[in-house]
């Protein structure tokens, strides 16, 4: 249950692209095809899945406040958790090397479909985004962090592909000038975000306990939904 | 201007209008976008890139000759990688609230695409000097941006600038909330950084048609 709630708030409710805005620059800079979204799609869920579960194991025995004591008791109260920027990064631009050279060696085929995706990804702010908020979030256990390695990677996938399609069709519209490209490309992202925020109500419903914690927040937020919906409805019409 | 030629002059100038890393080249959005809810987190998150940017390129500099070209990026990164750190434990020290507010976003300045970008296109085929005047040019337009969208969503968002209640107090009813005025919660969400953007695009390419695309 735990991970399947993981999962979805992963996709939907935290969704990497429309909630906090990682991988920005590589969603807008290959999203003008849908075949290539797909690629980098595919390559970025791949890559969460393998650094996300490391560097959780990195963060729980070697960077935490405390985390080496199995070396022995002495050592419980060394703090290194400073050094978490450059143990992550080292980790994902190690991996993505290696991961491109054992694809490269044992399935060409896929190599050539993400190949060309891979060296972008080392610099992709989705991969070390994700193992920030790993962090940040203090998930539980490495089961956990790569179900949330997974559906982050399902969630930036999702997004790029929508993105994409939407890029492909808006060719055919007449779109002022001025804003043809980058300008509309941005204010879609913006609708599709406002769209995404309806799902943030998805995983409170049922729970019990947790509804009567936040009773308040909840009514807060239904607020807000309601005003959203009349936002939403609002741009709808100008746009018709 | 005794200090600069006119060349150096223009690696300043030019990234600030006509060659703006974010509303033209594409690069720093990620963390662009996430942190500008508030006007003094992006005036903090563009000083931070300044020096990360501006150091950096320095570095990356002087070793240009010495970095082999296959593990570049690794390098690059652990230079970006050091200096972050660096603003980071700073922000810390100085700043805690602050450093809260913008919780990973700090740490995300190392993908931060500007960096790598200016790094690959510049630093590493020029010298220090002008290198670290491309950095300073490049951060500012950044945080010319930066600054322009926190400034618009914290003042229609909360009605206030740097924490002032420059519009009056929302709950006793004075200033432009005696005549009804509201503030607009929703230029606090997310969705509203990316709108605002857009829009700061579309009147900068209305006013320079040359830098219109075709699709």
């Known amino acids: 249950m735990e991970h399947i709630e993981l999962f979805f708030k992963s996709i939907f409710i935290d969704n990497m692209v429309f909630a906090t805005f990682l991988g920005m620059c590589s969603y807008l800079a290959v999203s003008k095809k849908v075949s290539t979204a797909v690629g980098l799609g595919a390559a970025v869920i791949f890559v969460l899945a393998v650094t996300v579960p490391l560097n959780w194991l990195l963060d729980q025995y070697i960077l935490k406040e405390g985390a080496l004591v199995w070396l022995g008791p002495e050592y ?7 050094l978490s920027f450059i143990m992550f990064i080292a980790t994902i631009a190690t991996m993505v090397q290696l991961v491109e050279i054992i694809v490269e060696k044992f399935s060409p085929s896929l190599y050539n479909s993400l190949g060309i995706f891979l060296p972008l ?19 539980p256990s490495l089961g956990l962090a790569l179900t949330y390695g997974v559906g982050s990677g399902i969630g ?57 914690k936040s009773k308040v927040e909840a009514q807060v937020e239904k607020e807000e939904v309601k ?10 019409t100008t746009i018709n | 201007m005794g200090l600069l030629s006119k060349k150096d002059a223009a690696l300043i100038k030019d990234p600030l209008f006509d060659n703006n890393p974010i509303t033209i080249q ?19 998150m563009s000083i931070s ?41 700073v922000l810390k020290a100085f700043a805690y609230e602050l450093s809260k507010t913008l919780s990973v976003f700090v740490g ?26 491309d950095g300073i ?71 320079n048609k040359s830098l219109i695309e075709e699709h």
């Open chain 1, 76 to 82: 419980a109260e060394y703090d290194l958790s400073f």
């Open chain 2, 137 to 207: 040019g490049n951060s500012v337009g950044y945080g010319v941006i930066l600054i322009i969208v926190g400034f618009f969503r914290e003042l229609l968002g909360s009605g206030t600038l740097l924490g002032f209640k420059v519009l009056g107090d929302p709950i006793e009813k004075t200033g432009l909330y005696a005549i009804g005025y509201e503030n607009n919660g929703f230029m606090l969400l997310s969705p509203m950084a990316l709108i605002v953007v857009g829009i700061i695009i579309w009147i900068q390419r209305t006013k």
């Open chain 2, 49 to 89: 890139v300044m020096f990360v940017l501006g150091l950096g390129n320095v570095v990356i500099s002087l070793m240009r000759n010495i970095i082999p070209s296959k593990i570049r990026i690794i390098v690059q990164l652990i230079v970006v990688a050091t200096l972050v750190i660096i603003v980071d434990l």
């Open chain 1, 227 to 236: 005003k959203e919906a009349k936002e939403i409805v609002a741009q709808n």
């Open chain 1, 156 to 212: 930036w996938f999702l997004a790029i592909l929508a993105i994409a399609a939407i890029r492909e069709k808006i060719r055919y519209s007449a779109v002022p000038p001025a804003l043809r490209g980058l300008g509309i490309t941005f204010i879609i992202t913006g609708l599709m975000a406002i769209g995404f925020m309806s799902f943030g109500g998805m995983l409170t419903g049922g729970d019990e306990k947790k509804e009567e």
């Open chain 2, 26 to 44: 594409v690069l720093g959005i990620c963390s662009a976008l996430a942190i500008t809810a508030e006007l003094k987190a992006s005036i903090v």
């Open chain 1, 121 to 139: 990804i080392a610099v992709n702010c989705a991969i070390l985004g994700g193992s920030l908020f790993m962090q940040s979030r203090e998930i």
């Open chain 2, 108 to 133: 995300l300045i190392i993908t931060n695409c500007i960096i790598m970008g200016r790094f690959e296109a510049f630093a590493l085929g020029n010298g220090p000097w002008r290198s670290f005047l």
